[in-house]
Protein backbone atom coordinates (compact mmCIF):
# COMPACT_ATOMS: atom_id res chain seq x y z
CA UNK A 1 0.00 0.00 0.00
CA UNK A 2 1.56 3.46 -0.70
CA UNK A 3 0.50 6.72 1.86
CA UNK A 4 1.23 10.39 0.96
CA UNK A 5 2.16 11.91 3.57
CA UNK A 6 1.88 16.00 3.66
CA UNK A 7 3.60 18.43 5.88
CA UNK A 8 3.89 21.91 6.24
CA UNK A 9 0.65 23.75 6.33
CA UNK A 10 -0.18 26.76 8.21
CA UNK A 11 -1.11 30.23 9.02
CA UNK A 12 0.90 33.13 7.66
CA UNK A 13 0.17 36.56 6.77
CA UNK A 14 0.08 38.05 3.28
CA UNK A 15 3.32 38.30 1.68
CA UNK A 16 4.72 35.44 3.71
CA UNK A 17 6.00 31.89 2.69
CA UNK A 18 5.24 28.71 3.78
CA UNK A 19 6.98 25.32 2.22
CA UNK A 20 5.01 22.03 1.94
CA UNK A 21 6.35 18.65 1.74
CA UNK A 22 4.76 15.58 0.55
CA UNK A 23 6.58 11.96 1.29
CA UNK A 24 4.90 8.77 -0.65
CA UNK A 25 5.78 5.87 1.59
CA UNK A 26 5.36 2.14 1.68
CA UNK A 27 6.00 -0.69 -1.08
CA UNK A 28 7.42 2.29 -3.68
CA UNK A 29 8.40 0.83 -6.88
CA UNK A 30 8.31 4.23 -9.34
CA UNK A 31 7.07 7.68 -8.74
CA UNK A 32 6.19 9.38 -12.08
CA UNK A 33 4.38 12.61 -11.74
CA UNK A 34 3.82 14.17 -8.42
CA UNK A 35 1.45 17.63 -7.90
CA UNK A 36 -0.30 20.01 -5.74
CA UNK A 37 -3.48 20.98 -5.99
CA UNK A 38 -5.86 22.57 -3.80
CA UNK A 39 -9.45 23.69 -2.74
CA UNK A 40 -11.49 26.69 -1.11
CA UNK A 41 -13.91 26.43 0.65
CA UNK A 42 -17.08 25.96 -2.24
CA UNK A 43 -14.79 25.62 -5.26
CA UNK A 44 -13.70 22.81 -6.97
CA UNK A 45 -9.95 21.35 -6.34
CA UNK A 46 -7.73 23.03 -8.58
CA UNK A 47 -4.12 21.99 -10.30
CA UNK A 48 -1.34 24.54 -8.23
CA UNK A 49 1.84 22.47 -9.92
CA UNK A 50 2.92 19.80 -11.40
CA UNK A 51 6.01 18.07 -11.82
CA UNK A 52 7.22 14.84 -13.62
CA UNK A 53 10.25 12.66 -12.87
CA UNK A 54 12.43 14.19 -15.28
CA UNK A 55 11.55 17.65 -13.95
CA UNK A 56 9.44 19.02 -16.03
CA UNK A 57 6.81 21.78 -14.37
CA UNK A 58 3.78 23.39 -15.54
CA UNK A 59 2.13 26.04 -12.65
CA UNK A 60 -1.05 27.65 -12.19
CA UNK A 61 -0.61 30.83 -13.76
CA UNK A 62 -2.05 32.64 -10.38
CA UNK A 63 0.55 30.95 -8.96
CA UNK A 64 3.65 31.05 -11.58
CA UNK A 65 6.27 33.28 -10.61
CA UNK A 66 5.47 32.51 -6.46
CA UNK A 67 5.28 29.19 -6.40
CA UNK A 68 7.76 26.66 -6.59
CA UNK A 69 7.31 22.49 -6.98
CA UNK A 70 10.38 20.27 -6.75
CA UNK A 71 10.88 17.21 -5.67
CA UNK A 72 13.64 14.34 -4.88
CA UNK A 73 13.34 11.37 -6.11
CA UNK A 74 15.83 9.43 -3.97
CA UNK A 75 13.10 10.42 -1.29
CA UNK A 76 10.52 10.14 -3.19
CA UNK A 77 9.18 13.41 -2.11
CA UNK A 78 7.53 16.36 -3.40
CA UNK A 79 8.04 20.13 -2.04
CA UNK A 80 5.90 23.57 -3.06
CA UNK A 81 7.34 26.58 -2.25
CA UNK A 82 5.30 29.34 -1.79
CA UNK A 83 6.26 32.78 -1.58
CA UNK A 84 4.45 36.20 -1.51
CA UNK A 85 0.97 34.49 -0.34
CA UNK A 86 -2.04 36.14 -0.74
CA UNK A 87 -5.36 35.77 0.89
CA UNK A 88 -6.83 33.84 -2.14
CA UNK A 89 -4.06 31.19 -1.28
CA UNK A 90 -6.11 30.44 1.51
CA UNK A 91 -7.24 26.45 0.96
CA UNK A 92 -6.39 22.97 1.18
CA UNK A 93 -3.84 22.36 -0.53
CA UNK A 94 -3.29 17.90 -1.57
CA UNK A 95 -0.82 16.09 -2.55
CA UNK A 96 -1.14 14.27 -5.50
CA UNK A 97 1.47 10.79 -7.24
CA UNK A 98 1.19 8.41 -9.31
CA UNK A 99 3.16 5.38 -7.78
CA UNK A 100 3.95 2.23 -8.81
CA UNK A 101 4.72 -0.23 -5.78
CA UNK A 102 6.10 -3.32 -6.31
CA UNK A 103 4.13 -5.45 -8.64
CA UNK A 104 1.45 -3.36 -9.33
CA UNK A 105 0.63 -1.13 -12.05
CA UNK A 106 0.69 2.47 -11.56
CA UNK A 107 -2.27 4.08 -9.61
CA UNK A 108 -2.83 7.75 -8.15
CA UNK A 109 -2.68 8.67 -4.64
CA UNK A 110 -4.16 11.39 -2.73
CA UNK A 111 -2.62 13.08 0.42
CA UNK A 112 -5.06 13.66 3.74
CA UNK A 113 -4.46 17.41 2.76
CA UNK A 114 -3.03 20.19 4.99
CA UNK A 115 -4.53 23.68 5.26
CA UNK A 116 -3.30 27.15 4.37
CA UNK A 117 -4.36 29.87 5.61
CA UNK A 118 -3.39 33.75 4.36
CA UNK A 119 -4.43 36.04 6.58
CA UNK A 120 -4.93 39.86 5.30
Known amino acids: QVQLVESGGGLVQAGGSLRLSCAAS????????MGWYRQAPGKQRDLVAM???????NYLDSVNGRFTISRDNAKNTVYLQMNSLKPEDTAVYYC??????????????WGQGTQVTVSS
Open 51 to 57: ITRNGNT
Open 96 to 109: NADCSAWGIAFKNY
Open 26 to 33: GRIFSVNN
